[in-house]
């Protein structure tokens, strides 16, 4: 058997440059892990949702740092909402009235802060549990998050 001083420097080498790519991609995996992916159709799950039942479907085009969300209400109205996941603000139109939000990554969630022109704020939080199929999303008033005003707990369609 031999010593690491007696295989050649070239091989050292290697293996060092394999053995750090193994921990680079690693790294990436588990990084992009805290990052889930939220594409999809969404339908409500009313049974598991408390508070204002709408929207009933949404889309969500989620693509790197960019999110677009087509909600669909129960009176067949929708909107479309455009967000940036690394902390850009975006300026949305929302049923007549304009709005910018401001997206973050919080441990694995989306949390997007809005604010209407008359200094209204309001923090969403969506979540994903089950494998990536069911989609949680809460709604605060109060910045510290204590009581959420709704929940709605969205199913993955097909």
């Given at each position: ?48 949702s ?43 139109i929302?049923?007549g ?61 097909e």
């Amino acid at each position: 058997m031999r010593t690491i001083t007696q295989i050649p420097t070239f091989t050292r080498r290697r293996v060092a440059l394999v053995a750090a790519l193994a921990a680079a991609t690693a790294l990436v995996a588990i990084a992009q892990s805290d990052k889930p992916d939220f594409s999809g159709k969404w339908e409500l799950d009313k049974e598991r949702s408390e508070g204002p039942a709408d929207p009933v479907e949404e889309i969500i085009e989620h693509d790197g740092s960019k999110l677009v969300v087509t909600a669909t209400s129960a009176d067949g109205r929708q909107f479309a909402v455009r967000l940036s996941t690394d902390g850009e603000e975006n300026l949305n139109i929302v049923r007549g009235r304009e709005m910018t939000a401001r997206t973050t990554w919080e441990s694995g969630k989306l949390v997007t802060v809005v604010r209407d022109a008359q200094g209204m704020q309001f923090i969403e939080v969506r979540s994903l549990s089950e494998g990536g199929k069911v989609q949680t999303t809460e709604g605060f008033i109060d910045p510290a998050r204590t009581r959420a005003m709704f929940k709605r707990v969205a199913v993955k369609g097909e």
